[in-house]
């Protein structure tokens, strides 16, 4: 569906997609603030294949049509960038960071970090997973209240500081731990993520205001990140088979070794894209099951018919209504709303329009996760429809696709379905808001309003 005219050259442009009118600088707030209303009101007016005109954020093509989707996905990557697009985390993991290369280096970097999240390897995380889980959940008490996410990001938390940086608990584990919670609590609120939006913001105004305290903490974290990368180098004997182990080991094609600037890039990007997003994820998954009885009554069905604190995790992870209670707790909420932007890096017909060089498209999960004509009654949880069809990657895509899909999917979902199953096998829990809950900003990502409260009724004795 892409091709390169033949006779391309940056002259006018024969047709574009339908373009979103009204004031540009509104258009920008609503989409921070107001996400779901503002996208689904563009949808129904232009179409799903738009242009979005925002300011402070280049103008985007918006699509949320499965053959748009599909031949973006599946378009050589050398006619397209993605690094330049995604400009908006750099203050955040470092201009080394995978999702900002492009190329043979975005290539190179991806066959590196890939294998540790998947196979062998991801499994052997299994059982931490389940200890990290009842040692969290161990905090609980019958009678008690929590909120899902806060916990739910103190598991992925410390799940991805022992798989990525290898770390125990210690002195500097804690500290991590407590700076980088505190540093993306930054952009907590709706209203925060604007500072990560406008870089007219992001000045420094003393340790108080808004950039210069995240700016203060970012600092700690990396000196924090600094000295575990220099103590690993200093005892190459202390190496498992965490992810800066297999970084530290790693040489280029002339032998170069990675620099600390380069790791520390990396590691944040794994801390940065793997912790907060599956921690979302598990809260709105506890906030479905416990908000729909007959989801919660399904799947304690399912786990009652297995042993989940010894069980092989592939035996929980293969549980075909845990699996679709996962699927459609991505697909209703996806974590995030929009795939990494792709930038033409020529002019191009796409669809039946004439794009130029330079032209930025952006996939809306959220649009697509919503077409009537593949998901019918779309604003309802129903894990059967999962169970009673196949959706192909360009109809379902909480984790994007083509050459920058997420590193961590797999891993994400398995993490997803152990912390669940063991959770609702060692307790009961009820669900203490009364309002359905929406999606609100957190940084990029999109969390349940009020991070979803629960009780804990009781705690089985197995
Ligand atoms: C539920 C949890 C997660 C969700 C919903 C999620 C979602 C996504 C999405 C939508 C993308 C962009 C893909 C694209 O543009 O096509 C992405 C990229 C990425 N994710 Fe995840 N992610 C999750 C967990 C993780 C984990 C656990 C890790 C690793 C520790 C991770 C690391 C990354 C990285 C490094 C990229 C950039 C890939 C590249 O640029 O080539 N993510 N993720």
């Known amino acids: 569906m892409i091709t390169i005219p033949d006779n391309s050259s940056d002259k006018t442009i024969a047709k574009l997609p339908p373009k979103s009118g009204g004031n540009k600088f509104l ?28 300011s402070s954020l280049p103008s985007q093509i918006v699509l949320s049509n499965v053959q748009a989707i599909e031949a973006l996905f599946t378009a050589d990557a050398k006619i397209l960038e993605s690094g330049s697009g995604s400009a908006i985390v750099e203050p955040l993991i470092g201009p080394n960071s995978l999702i900002l290369l492009d190329g043979d280096r975005h290539l190179q970097q991806r066959k590196l970090l890939m294998p ?46 022992r798989a990525v940086f290898g770390l125990k608990e210690g002195e500097r584990y804690q500290q991590i731990k407590e700076v980088l919670t505190q540093m993306l609590d930054t952009f907590n609120s709706p209203l925060s993520a604007v500072f990560l939006f406008f870089k007219s913001l992001q000045r420094d105004l003393g340790a108080w205001s808004p950039w210069g305290k995240f700016i203060r903490r970012r600092q700690q974290l990396n000196e924090l ?62 906030y479905w ?23 092989d995790p592939s035996v929980i992870t293969q549980l075909p209504y845990l699996n679709a209670v996962c699927s459609e707790t991505l697909r209703i909420y996806p974590v995030v709303f929009f795939s990494l932007p792709r930038i033409l890096k020529a002019p191009m017909q796409f669809m039946g329009y004439d794009l130029p060089k ?30 009673e069809r196949q959706f192909s990657p360009y109809e379902f895509l909480p984790f994007g696709g083509g050459n ?20 609702l096998s060692n307790y009961s829990l009820e669900l203490l808001d009364t309002v359905p809950l929406k999606p609100v900003r957190r940084g990029i990502a999109f969390a349940p309003n009020g991070g979803v409260n629960l009780k804990v009724k009781d705690k089985f004795s197995r």
Not at 404 to 423: D, N, P
């Open 27 to 54: 258009q920008t707030i609503n989409v921070i603030l107001n996400p779901v209303s503002s996208l689904e009101k563009s949808q129904k007016r232009y179409g799903d294949i738009y242009l979005a005109d925002f």
């Open 116 to 161: 540790p999240f998947h196979g062998e390897r991801m499994r052997a995380y299994g059982q931490i997973i389940r200890d990290i889980t009842q040692q969290v959940t161990n905090q609980w008490t019958v009678g008690g209240n929590f909120v899902a996410r806060s916990s739910m990001q103190d598991i992925s938390l410390q799940v991805i500081l």
């Open 225 to 286: 990140i600094y000295q575990e990368i220099r103590e690993r180098r200093h005892h190459p004997e202390s190496q498992g088979d965490d992810i800066l182990s297999l970084l530290l080991s790693a040489r280029d094609e002339n032998g170069e070794e990675m620099t600390d600037v380069e790791l520390r890039d990396e590691l944040m990007t794994m801390l940065f894209a793997g912790h907060e997003t599956t921690a979302i994820a598990l809260a709105w998954a506890l």
């Open 289 to 311: 099951i416990h908000y729909i009885p007959e989801v919660r009554e399904k799947l304690l069905q399912e786990l009652n018919s297995i042993d989940v604190a010894n069980a």
């Open 358 to 387: 330079g032209t930025m498209l952006s996939v809306c999960t959220y649009l697509t996760h919503h077409r009537p004509d593949i998901y019918p009654e779309s604003k309802r949880f129903r894990p059967e429809r999962f169970l």
């Open 404 to 423: 920058r899909r997420c590193i961590g999917s797999a891993f994400a979902l398995f993490e997803m379905k152990l912390v669940l199953a063991t959770i």
